[in-house]
């Protein structure tokens, strides 16, 4: 499994990938879709952490919506602000996806306590517009999934006429009436959901990581 050096290497890329491309990102997040499905799943960033969908910023959350001139020129003005979200990433507990689908099947092997101590196995499915994966890990051990009304991406805004982005959960209520962002922190432990050490999220920040289009 990906270390926590090699996390936070690609936490600090990311951060100061000025060549981030956003437009082929989106197009590329926006298509790919979770298994298949399209999705338009970036949305603008307000202050305190709240996000808005494009449509629902023209006064119709839910009208369909084309990546044209119009949705960019919208993306760009957010990102002068507090910035966009973008998903790309997912964690599926509630999935059953066969191994023979799964590029990569990942056993957690970091356990705290002693072996006799665990009894339930989580199965969780990390998935990208590119790839799918297997993590399983005990539930014993503490290492907070997400929800199916969660999705992992990028926050992404403009500082200094340079790009800055960082990793973070979006997550929404049952009814989809209201998002928020919250960002991924080395500060916590790893078995917190929004750590960038929780095993989950090492993994999927790996992930995301090849998904993002970079200028040429």
Do not use: W
Request: charge should be negative.
């Amino acid at each position: 499994m990906i270390t926590d050096e090699e996390v936070l290497k690609i936490v600090q890329r990311i951060k100061n990938a000025n060549n981030l491309d956003i437009k082929k990102t989106i197009e590329k997040a926006s298509t790919a879709g979770y298994l298949g499905e399209e999705h338009f799943y970036c949305t603008v960033i307000e202050e305190g952490g709240m996000t808005h969908m494009v449509p629902e910023i023209l006064g119709d959350r839910y009208k369909s919506m084309k990546l044209d001139n119009l949705y960019f020129d919208i993306i760009s003005k957010a990102l002068d602000h507090e910035g966009i979200y973008i998903s790309l990433g997912y964690c599926a507990s509630h999935l059953i996806i066969p191994d023979s689908e799964c590029s990569q099947i990942i056993e957690y092997d970091d356990y705290d306590l002693n072996e006799d101590e665990y009894e339930y196995l989580m199965d969780y499915f990390l998935i990208t517009a590119d790839d799918v994966k297997k993590f399983s890990v005990y539930g014993e051990e503490g290492i907070a999934g997400h929800d199916r009304i969660e999705d992992v991406g990028l926050m992404v805004n403009i500082i200094d006429s340079n790009y800055k982005a960082y990793f973070a959960l979006r997550s929404t209520d049952q009814c989809m009436s209201s998002f928020r962002v919250l960002p991924f922190s080395e500060k916590y432990q790893k078995e917190h959901p929004l750590s960038l050490f929780n095993p989950i999220n090492k993994i999927l920040i790996e992930m995301i990581d090849k998904t993002i289009v970079l200028k040429e």
